[in-house]
Each structure stands twice: as structure tokens, then as C-alpha cells.
């Protein structure tokens, strides 16, 4: 089985910033995909950024600038610094990623973290 677990989430105030880490833990054979994603009352989740093993980045377009994505693959981290943070960046904050448990497993298995909480004061 493998765990998510995301920290770093809290209040910050506008123009603050926040970084968030999430930590993959259990049966790892290698990780591909590393995702962060989020999601507010009432709509769908969206992608925020998502690095691959290798490092190349993606990020929503509305958020390039202010977000960076980063991984340590030796500790099976994924790490989001959020900068210049706005009251709608406010939303619970997902951890996500392809991961194959074993080297005989024939797929890379998606995984979700259980969210944090990211919340901006204006």
C-alpha cells in the first residue's frame, strides 16, 4: 500500500507565502508523475502543477509566476512553494501520483493524498 501524506497548509495572509510538502510512503518501486491538484466547495479539482521523475514541469496557466513545484525522488517528496498568495488561492490543497509499487507491477498506480488545507485572509 502506499500513503500520501501532505503538510504545510494553514491561514496566511494576502501577498504571504506557503510551502507545501507531501511525502510518499510504503511499497515504492519508483514514482513517475508527482501532482499537486486543488479543489473549493462546489467545484471540480483542478490541476495546479505536476512534475515528472525527470523534472519537467507543468503548471495551470493562471499560476505561472507564483507557484513552483519541485521533488526530492530521494525521499519521495513533492514539494509547492506558493508566493504572492491571493484569497482565491484558498482551497484544499491535493497530493498526487503515479507510483509503482513493485517492479513487477505492469502500470504506474494513481494515489491521492488526503489534502490540506491552504486558506488566504485579504
Known amino acids: 500500500q502506499v500513503q500520501l501524506v501532505e503538510s504545510g497548509g494553514g491561514l496566511v495572509q494576502a501577498g504571504g507565502s506557503l510551502r507545501l510538502s507531501c511525502a510518499a510512503s510504503?511499497?515504492?518501486?519508483?514514482?513517475?508523475?508527482m501532482a499537486w491538484y486543488r479543489q473549493v466547495p462546489g467545484k471540480q479539482r483542478e490541476l495546479v502543477a505536476a512534475?515528472?521523475?525527470?523534472?519537467?514541469?507543468h503548471y495551470a496557466d493562471s499560476l505561472k509566476g507564483r507557484f513552483t513545484i519541485s521533488r526530492d525522488n530521494s525521499k519521495n517528496t513533492v514539494y509547492l512553494q506558493m508566493n504572492s498568495l491571493k484569497p482565491e488561492d484558498t482551497a484544499v490543497y491535493y497530493c498526487n501520483a503515479d507510483v509503482k509499487p513493485r517492479s513487477w507491477t505492469p502500470t504506474y498506480l494513481n494515489y491521492w493524498g488526503q489534502g490540506t488545507q491552504v486558506t488566504v485572509s485579504s
Open positions: 510504503g511499497t515504492i518501486f519508483s514514482i513517475n508523475t
Open positions: 512534475i515528472t521523475s525527470e523534472g519537467t514541469t
